[in-house]
């Protein structure tokens, strides 16, 4: 896409048909706001199972670069990436991407397939 500008949409809402209807409406990234929205571990697996089928890339937006559990859940579910609110430092970032990673190279545990 080199040269040219793509569209997405955050998505707060926690119903995975609203997601899908997005997803579907051929937008290049849906990004759902675990963040601020009304999004649980539940809800989270239920939105990225129903946004699968469609070319939107699902980006997960986590509590902050200390959510270990967020950002970690939010790849074993199947985001193609996390958007990592609150980086203030090196540090900070450093931390957030060491979850994204398996050992050596980060921090992020091994969890058998979810779907």
Known sequence: MA????????????????????????IDWICIDAQHGAVTYN???????????????RIVRVGGPTDRFGIQQALDLGADGVMVPLVNSRSDAEEAVSYCLFPPMGQRSMAYPVR
């Open 3 to 26: 040269g040219k500008g793509n569209f997405g949409i955050m998505v707060a809402s926690a119903s995975p048909a609203i997601a899908e209807a997005i997803a579907a409406s051929g």
């Open 43 to 57: 809800v989270l697996h239920n939105m990225l199972a129903a946004t699968s089928s469609h070319k939107a890339k």
